[in-house]
């Protein structure tokens, strides 16, 4: 198995001069930006890997946010009725069906506007390795907005009208109907699977192989924005219930890959969407250990660099909190240190004073009656209310919107990239392991790390997702 880990057009890591550019080799471009490209900011030969997206996902977040806010109105109802009566009410099951029609035809009206044509040929201009094919996301939007949300299960909308929808476009474009016939033939086409749990995904896979597809992406958008929980799933025949419910986004994350990887052939390059944290990665690397190539792209390292999230890579593949990661330091006089190589550049010209950072904090260092927990918990407060004291001492933890306009893009870049490359070099490692035993044992021992660091909620999921994976 090969893995890579794609990074988006839109992180800010693309804007790094030389030689540090040179050090992205794999990138996906939403048709939207084809322009980068194509003006001679970019080429296709920069890289490795050029996947070039349909830009669907604008479209999804755009819908999706329009209707949210009505939907987590409804879910709220729906959760006081059951509490109450243990079921739900005519009205509001009539609520949510009318709700769902109502997101389907807005759906039906801005994918009738789309112009297929003029995003091929934008698509294929970058001269891509791959592309991702013209889609209906008419299923993710759904889910976004909560309609397949375990306590609607009696009027869950149907997805095959959808998931035809999308083979007769990916067909389309596959034939050159929306020209660049030429260029097509020479790349892998990705057809995106859209479901919302394992039965689906299996029927989906199904059906979408009666259009023979050359490889598969599936969208993980959707239910990586769940924010509930779930405490029952059903894996083809067996239903499983966990002992407590556990994050909805993470059990879904698995749940859509065990699908595609027990229904897909495994010489299928396979591509998810929408997939940026470091131990989920990991674990879908595990599933598909037996694949031949992997790619796995997101924005989430950048975003998360925005609001302060540093990843871990030696304690643990965690999305660690700026704040208490300082904390944790200050507590244990340790220092941070970066793996990537623009971290090491920005240390040099911005290095860090963690002594003198330290000092500000004397008073509860010194109290002996305060627990180490509890002195992290007190510093991190702290430094959340005065942020401004990373200034003049550890530059690389003061959150981005506080840095002055020439500090900004350094420390942008920095954040972004040490991100980056806490995924880039966990796909490279698990690249070198030769044989499945060794793999076995590797994602083992990364599952205990997490286990030691990460939060109980999301360590208890993980924990219970190994074995789903496992068996």
């Known amino acids: 198995m090969k893995i890579q880990y794609v990074t988006n057009i839109l992180d800010p890591i693309l804007k790094v001069e030389q030689p540090f550019r040179k050090k992205i080799r794999t990138v996906l471009v939403s048709e939207k930006y084809a322009a980068s490209f194509q003006n001679g900011n970019y080429a296709s030969s920069d890289f490795d890997f050029v996947l070039s997206d349909n830009g669907n996902f604008t479209r999804l977040n755009a819908i999706a946010k329009q209707y949210l806010p009505q939907s987590v109105a409804l879910e709220k109802t729906a959760l006081a009725e059951l509490s109450k009566n243990n079921k739900l009410s005519d009205a509001t099951i009539k609520a949510r069906k009318e709700l769902n029609r109502t997101i389907i035809e807005a759906c039906r009206k801005e994918f009738a506007l789309v112009d297929y044509t003029k995003i091929t040929t934008k698509q294929v201009a970058m001269h891509p390795h791959a592309i991702i094919g013209a889609e209906d996301t008419t299923i993710p939007i759904l889910q976004i907005c909560g309609a397949f949300k375990p306590i609607y299960k009696n009027c869950f909308p149907g997805l095959l009208p959808f998931q035809k929808n999308t083979i007769k ?27 919302y749990d394992y039965k689906s995904i299996e029927k989906a896979v199904t059906t979408i192989k009666k259009s023979s597809p050359e490889a598969i992406a599936i969208s993980l958008g959707g239910p990586l924005a769940c924010k509930g929980t779930l405490k029952e799933i059903q894996i083809a025949n067996k239903k499983i219930t966990f002992t407590e419910p556990h994050p909805e986004s993470y059990v879904l994350c698995i749940l859509y890959l065990l699908a595609i990887r027990d229904n897909t052939p495994k010489d299928m390059p396979i591509h998810i969407l929408g997939l940026g944290s470091p131990i989920l990665i990991l674990l879908s690397a595990y599933i598909f250990k037996d694949f031949k190539f992997i790619t796995v792209d997101s924005t989430a390292t950048s975003k998360d660099a925005e609001v302060n999230m540093i990843y871990g890579n030696k304690t643990g593949l965690l999305k660690m909190n700026s704040f208490k990661l300082a904390a944790y330091n200050i507590v244990y006089n340790k220092r941070f ?16 004073d963690w002594a003198t950072l330290r000092k500000e904090f004397e008073s509860v260092l010194k109290n002996k009656l305060i627990k180490k927990e509890e002195q992290i918990s007190i510093i991190r407060k702290e430094l959340e209310s005065n942020p401004k004291l990373f200034k003049n001492t550890v530059p690389f933890f003061l959150p981005i919107r506080l840095a002055d306009k020439k500090l900004k893009t350094e420390l942008r870049i920095a954040r972004c990239f040490e991100n980056y490359w806490v995924n880039v070099k966990l796909c490279n490692q698990m690249n070198e392991i030769k044989t499945k035993n060794k793999f076995k044992i590797h994602t083992i021992n990364e599952v205990n790390k997490f286990a030691k660091f990460g939060s109980t909620d999301y360590v208890k999921a993980i924990n219970e997702l190994m074995k789903l994976i496992e068996n």
Do not use: M, R, W
């Open 169 to 195: 476009l990916y067909t389309a474009q596959q034939k050159g109907k929306y020209g660049s016939l030429d260029y097509l033939n020479n790349v892998y086409k990705y057809i995106v699977v859209h479901a």
């Open 337 to 352: 240190k970066g793996i990537s190589p623009y971290y090491n550049y920005f240390e040099k010209k911005h290095p860090s």
